[in-house]
């Protein structure tokens, strides 16, 4: 069988998700939610990241270079952690890929985790997409699901607009209150 015939059914599913106005909303609901809970972290530290460098011996790590400790973070962050913990996996393969690049880029601890981050939002984004397709598929498979799909089609572009609205509006706001409440995670422990 050529790869081009074993690889189509992933193509069109692929396109499908893109062109899915339920999975464009649902990819932007959470896009929201992933910068509104990185906002709401502990602030930047490079110094634990150079810490982290020097030393990795600690329980917790950088993300988007912030201090992170799943048991310290936020009910918000944790739940998007859990929902997004497909990509998350996902990402294990791809790390390891790119790990050879970026060990010869020597990025150290505090880029690195936003090149993670960066990596972590798009396959998420990817995974929400996925999700949004065959949540339509399986609604425009029921009378009621094909009315609601087309409601959600006639004000999908104007609830996408509302929610990176809100989020170009609270993100910065949540992000400042964070920074001023400063690094709010409990002694951690090393090892």
Partial sequence: ??????????????????????????????????????????????????????????????????????????????CLIVADLPSGLAQIPVGLSLSPLIGMAHLGTYAESYLGASIFFVLATCQWLAIGRVAEVSLASKPWGEAALKRVAQHSQILIAVVILLSVVFVPIVNHRSQMQGFRQPAISMH
């Fill in 1 to 78: 069988m050529p790869l081009r015939t074993a690889t189509q059914p992933a193509i069109e599913f692929i396109h499908s998700c893109v062109r899915s106005r339920l999975a464009w909303i649902l990819a932007t609901i959470h896009g929201a939610w992933f910068f509104l809970a990185v906002a709401n972290m502990s602030p930047p530290s490079r110094a634990f990241a150079n810490f982290l460098d020097a030393f990795s011996g600690s329980s917790a790590t950088i993300f988007a270079g912030r201090p992170f400790h799943f048991t310290y973070e936020s009910v918000f962050m944790k």
